[in-house]
């Protein structure tokens, strides 16, 4: 059966090509079933937001704009933003909060992974697919540094901004392999949706930084 990301309007067109260059962890137990639809759904549709979002924004940001504490929050505001007023076509519970964090996930900056209690054991699996490409960039650099700072500041805000992208590339990945692998396909409720709206406006992250020289360029996603 056609898979629903190859059906989707609003799919990645390099969602195919980029399962083979990012690693996408395969979690077994899993325990997905049509009961996590609306939630698996709603997680598809987000994750097209936030994709179309951070790459949206790469045409904004200056390629030797760092990324720092201030420019790191205006993109993840940004982002965050557009996550909040998506006309989304599916419903879904929230996912709670990990501890001490304002999502359902976050990647610390001992490379370590948390989680909200209140994910499914299959959102979970779903969250930790995209926390994965955060936690192995984030092992990348402790190998070369001591990470005295946040490892995201190691990379331009070009550079962050497609990555973060790149780890919710990583996600639907996941999502769509898993799914094909329980038939998950054949659940009710899967018909595909239509494109989500972005509301949001976007707008360029405007910065100073005097004589910064332009970072060497290299890919994120290998």
């Given at each position: 059966?056609?898979?629903?990301?190859?059906?989707?309007?609003?799919?990645?067109?390099?969602?195919?090509?980029?399962?083979?260059?990012?690693?996408?962890?395969?979690?077994?137990?899993?325990?997905?079933?049509?009961?996590?639809?609306?939630?698996?759904?709603?997680?598809?549709?987000?994750?097209?937001?936030?994709?179309?979002?951070?790459?949206?924004?790469?045409?904004?940001?200056?390629p030797v704009t760092p990324t720092r504490?201030?420019?790191?929050?205006?993109?993840?505001?940004?982002?965050?933003?557009?996550?909040?007023?998506?006309?989304?076509?599916?419903?879904?519970?929230?996912?709670?909060?990990?501890?001490?964090?304002?999502?359902?996930?976050?990647?610390?900056?001992?490379?370590?992974?948390?989680?909200?209690?209140?994910?499914?054991?299959?959102?979970?699996?779903?969250?930790?697919?995209?926390?994965?490409?955060?936690?192995?960039?984030?092992?990348?650099?402790?190998?070369?540094?001591?990470?005295?700072?946040?490892?995201?500041?190691?990379?331009?805000?070009?550079?962050?901004?497609?990555?973060e992208a790149s780890s919710y590339r990583?996600?639907?990945?996941?999502?769509?392999?898993?799914?094909?692998?329980?038939?998950?396909?054949?659940?009710?409720?899967?018909?595909?949706?239509?494109?989500?709206?972005?509301?949001?406006?976007?707008?360029?992250?405007?910065?100073?930084?005097?004589?910064?020289?332009?970072?060497?360029?290299?890919?994120?996603?290998?």
């Open positions: 059966m056609t898979s629903l990301l190859s059906k989707m309007s609003t799919v990645i067109p390099a969602v195919l090509l980029l399962a083979s260059v990012i690693f996408i962890p395969v979690y077994a137990a899993a325990p997905c079933s049509c009961a996590d639809i609306s939630n698996i759904k709603h997680r598809i549709e987000e994750a097209q937001v936030a994709i179309h979002t951070l790459e949206t924004q790469i045409g904004f940001i200056d504490e201030d420019t790191y929050a205006g993109l993840q505001g940004l982002l965050q933003a557009a996550l909040n007023t998506a006309n989304y076509q599916t419903s879904a519970p929230g996912l709670g909060t990990a501890p001490g964090q304002r999502g359902p996930a976050a990647t610390l900056g001992d490379c370590s992974m948390v989680f909200s209690a209140s994910a499914s054991p299959c959102m979970l699996a779903v969250l930790k697919a995209h926390e994965q490409v955060h936690a192995d960039e984030c092992n990348r650099w402790k190998s070369v540094w001591n990470l005295i700072t946040p490892w995201q500041y190691n990379l331009t805000l070009a550079q962050f901004a497609r990555h990583a996600e639907l990945i996941y999502i769509d392999t898993m799914m094909q692998a329980a038939g998950l396909y054949s659940c009710p409720g899967m018909a595909p949706s239509p494109p989500v709206a972005v509301a949001i406006e976007l707008k360029p992250i405007t910065e100073s930084i005097g004589n910064a020289s332009l970072m060497e360029e290299f890919e994120v996603m290998r």
